[in-house]
């Protein structure tokens, strides 16, 4: 994460660590190695294999996981073969609700973050506090605390209605409204801190030279600012995006469950009747597929842009 | 769950410390909130014996950490009446003849040859209930007893209506409504219950099973399916709610104490199998998850409230109850992607 904030931080070896890399990076190997490579491994061996009634898998080599995921022969598997909608519906659902929680998080997330970083020094740490409070608490009570707070006899709707505002109480619960509120304010300080530490970093001389030069203040905010820290903002939505991609709690909680999102259908794959493991690997498999075709791309983007800069 | 899971076992800590070393130890594999702590601590103070216990939340998760290697960690489980089947094709279950029990004897006679166990050979009853729907009177005074009131709800109801999030009993409910089987591999029955089906969703609010009784007691929803017990806990917190036994049919289930394979105490789970069929016992476990006990005797132990509550006591027209039938795989998997395509 660091290296898409500081670019080009790599000259600055000592000689304290010269030739101990390997030694001083062993911890993060075996990290990534025993919880990232092997699960992701065990996982991708998995959507290749054979499904077991009732959990777990028979250990012959199949590509029926993948054959479900993206071709439909109807109900009863004897109609010609067509795309299957359902799963890439579910994802097309998915990925826009992601999409809209990473919107609203960096209108407002911006904003906030520039608040902050314009503050004096010692107050931001007070404003930062502010931000991180309601994240002492679990996500889970945090959602279902939403939830008591936005249902037809929740405060919201009763403060609306005794203040005149509303004769009947708005319908939020279980709409796609709540989906996103539920989201935003999951993933809001995700936005917030990549922002915020790229703003703070960002120097104010070069808006009072665009002044100078009759830029006006959008002129400035656009030209100027957002280029200047556009790494950080690139951070927050992927920081924003990718858990999005993956919330079941929110859709489950506030939305009512009523569809499946990608991370609802790979849980049904394991705790759900027939238990079909293979499929819930394939389909995990594919999400994973996606999101690091889309970080490549940024990655490219980003290395073309620091050759061009520098 | 953690949490209790967690207390649970600090509580079998600190007893396994007030005892000697040498105590003996049984390991209870159960539903969460579904045992009362008196009653284990009960069965300590009676045995010598100290109660580890794990819990799980459905069926499905019990079965799955046995098949992936929790089998000979356990002594006993409680699945539902036709998880037991399962695990019994699946040979996860012990055998014990009746004379290993004293009080065998005070099961009672309708749950001796029941289909998922005949003649009790690795099972006795825990608690048994049924699952349906509730309405909230203030807001549908009509008719309830029709299975319409989920499937095809009067316009007062619309969009309030809650569904259990589970596949197996929502699939079976509906399957009642439509008067079809449960396990049916007829095409035109299972397009015509899948259209029904999707025409309902338009209706409903939500999906939920742990908070069943929340949205109903909350007015979030006006109707919504649950669990009898569980409904009469909701009843307690709103009364205007009404436990229905619709004319249609309605679904029992029985949940049982198995005696698994390869227990490291089987004396152990034996002796907690007698100590769970005292009349006293079972109605202590009655008392707390406002279910039904399957043992004779127990109604000088239960609370007065239960003897007569709605929800525990159908009425005397009332249909009798289907259990939820073991499809085979084939079938299962068109049961499977009908609920795939519902909440696609």
Redo the contacts between chains.
């Keep these: 994460m660091a290296g898409w904030i500081t670019k080009g931080g790599n000259g600055a070896q000592t000689s304290i660590v010269d030739g101990k890399q390997h030694i001083l990076l062993m911890p993060a190997w075996f990290v990534i190695g025993i919880l990232l490579v092997i699960p992701v491994l065990v996982m991708l061996i998995y959507s290749f294999l054979t499904q077991d ?4 898998v028979i250990w012959e080599f199949t590509l029926e996981a993948y054959d479900q995921f993206f071709i439909d022969r109807g ?2 598997g004897d109609e010609p073969a067509r795309i299957e909608w ?2 890439l ?2 994802f097309w659902r998915s990925f826009l609700q992601a999409l809209f929680a990473m919107v609203f998080c960096f209108l407002i997330g911006f904003p906030t973050a520039y608040f902050i970083a314009t503050r004096a020094p010692k107050s931001r740490s007070f404003w930062l506090f502010l931000i991180t409070i309601p994240y002492w608490v679990n996500l889970l009570i945090r959602t279902v605390s939403m939830k008591f707070l936005i ?3 929740g405060p919201l709707n009763n403060w609306l209605m005794s203040w005149g505002v509303i004769d009947d109480p708005i ?1 939020m ?2 709409t796609n409204f709540a989906i996103q509120l539920g989201l935003f304010y999951s993933y809001l300080p995700f936005m917030v801190l990549p922002i915020y530490a790229s703003i703070e970093r960002y120097n104010f001389a070069l808006s009072e030279a665009a002044a100078d030069l009759y830029s006006n203040r959008w002129t400035t905010l656009f030209k100027v600012v957002i280029p200047a820290v556009k790494p950080g903002i690139i951070a927050g939505c992927i920081l924003v995006f990718i858990p999005s991609l993956g919330a079941f709690l929110a859709p ?2 506030l939305g ?5 999102m990608i991370g609802s ?1 790979v849980e ?1 794959q ?7 493991w293979p499929f819930g690997a394939a389909v995990s498999m594919i999400l994973l597929t996606i999101i690091m075709i889309i970080l490549l791309f940024y990655a490219r983007a980003q290395s073309r842009d620091n050759n061009g800069g520098h | 769950m953690r949490k209790i899971t967690m207390s649970l076992g600090a509580a079998a800590l600190a007893m396994s410390f007030a005892q000697s070393a040498a105590a003996e130890k049984l390991t209870v594999y159960h539903w969460f909130e579904y045992i009362p702590q008196e009653l284990l601590n009960e069965f300590t103070a009676e045995t010598g014996i100290e109660v580890v216990m794990d819990t799980y939340d459905s069926n499905e998760a019990l079965f799955a950490n046995l098949k992936a290697g929790g089998l000979g960690s356990y002594d006993v489980a409680v699945p539902g009446d036709y998880m037991v089947k399962i695990m019994n094709d699946e040979g996860m279950l012990d055998t014990f003849s009746p004379s290993e029990l004293k009080n065998f004897g005070n099961i009672m006679d309708q749950w001796l040859d029941v289909d998922f166990d005949m003649g009790r050979k690795s099972s006795i009853p825990y608690q048994w209930g049924s699952t349906s729907f509730m309405v909230d009177r203030d807001v549908y005074s009509g008719n309830i007893r029709t299975t319409d009131i989920i499937f095809n709800p009067p316009s007062e109801l619309k969009g309030k209506i809650n569904i259990l999030d589970t596949a197996g009993e929502t699939l079976a409910f509906a399957s009642l409504h439509m008067g079809f089987p449960q396990c049916s591999s007829d095409r035109a029955q299972l397009k015509e219950l899948s259209e029904m089906l999707e025409t309902a969703k338009a209706d409903w609010a939500s999906f939920n099973s742990d908070g069943a009784k929340d949205v109903l007691s909350s007015g979030d929803a006006a109707a919504g399916m649950i669990w009898n017990g569980f409904g009469a806990k909701a009843r307690a917190e709103r009364a205007s709610l009404e436990y229905s036994y619709p004319d249609q049919g309605y679904i029992v289930w029985m949940d049982n104490v198995v005696l698994l394979k390869d227990a490291p105490n089987r004396e152990a789970a034996l002796k907690f199998m007698d100590f769970l069929l005292e009349p006293e016992n079972a109605a202590a476990v009655t008392n707390y998850a406002r279910y039904t006990a399957g043992v004779k005797g127990v109604e000088a132990f239960l609370d007065p409230e239960l003897v007569t509550s709605p929800e525990n006591n159908p009425p005397a027209d009332a249909p009798a109850g289907t259990f939820i039938e073991v499809c085979a795989p084939e079938t299962q998997a068109l049961y499977d992607a009908i609920w795939t395509q519902l909440k696609k």
């Design positions: 009634f009732r959990g777990g109900l009863f359902t799963y519906g579910i249902r037809d006899t319908s619960i279980n489950d909680l009512g469950a009523k569809n499946f259908l049904e394991f705790k759900g009747q027939s238990g079909d």
